[in-house]
């Protein structure tokens, strides 16, 4: 820490990033953030590169990363391996766009479903109930 700096406790860290304390906790247990040594008899401080990599990690986290992503994210972070990096977001663009696809033809299929649900005279069952149906009992032999 540089002489002007205030450390931080835990508690503070988690407050200036926006997270739980827990979460915090969680990302040590998982490798992601270090935990500073503890002066014995003290309490733990945090300076404001741990407040930074915290954010870091929540940044990629709302980008849809996951943890082994994210982890292996802050490994090149030294901003020397960008075609690694980018690759690594090549591949999360790709799932992110066949997400998006899947969704596509979710929102298409239920879309259907309401409009036959509106268009209903009452003699026969739901047919959003009836699709629902006929897809779980195609599925049941899938377990």
């Known amino acids: 820490m540089s002489g002007t700096e205030q450390p931080m ?3 503070q860290l988690a407050r200036r990033a926006g ?3 827990e979460t915090v906790r969680y ?7 270090p935990v500073p040594d ?18 870091f990690i929540r940044a ?8 082994a992503e994210i982890r292996e994210l802050l490994r090149l972070e030294d901003g020397t391996h960008c075609a690694e990096a980018a690759e690594i ?13 899947q969704l596509a033809g ?25 699709a629902l149906k006929s897809e779980a009992h195609s599925l049941k032999g899938t377990d």
């Open 89 to 101: 977001a090549t591949r999360k663009l790709a799932a992110v766009r066949e997400k998006l696809q």
């Open 19 to 21: 997270v739980h304390v």
């Open 38 to 55: 503890k002066p014995w008899g003290g309490i733990r401080h945090y300076d404001s590169a741990h407040l930074e990599r915290l954010r």
């Open 60 to 67: 990629a986290q709302q980008l849809g990363f996951s943890l």
């Open 106 to 130: 979710m929102e298409q299929a239920l879309g259907h479903l309401l409009a036959a649900c509106a268009s209903g005279d009452g003699s026969r069952q739901c047919p959003l109930i009836d």
């Open 9 to 11: 406790t835990i508690g």
């Open 27 to 33: 990302y040590q247990r998982k490798g992601l953030m």
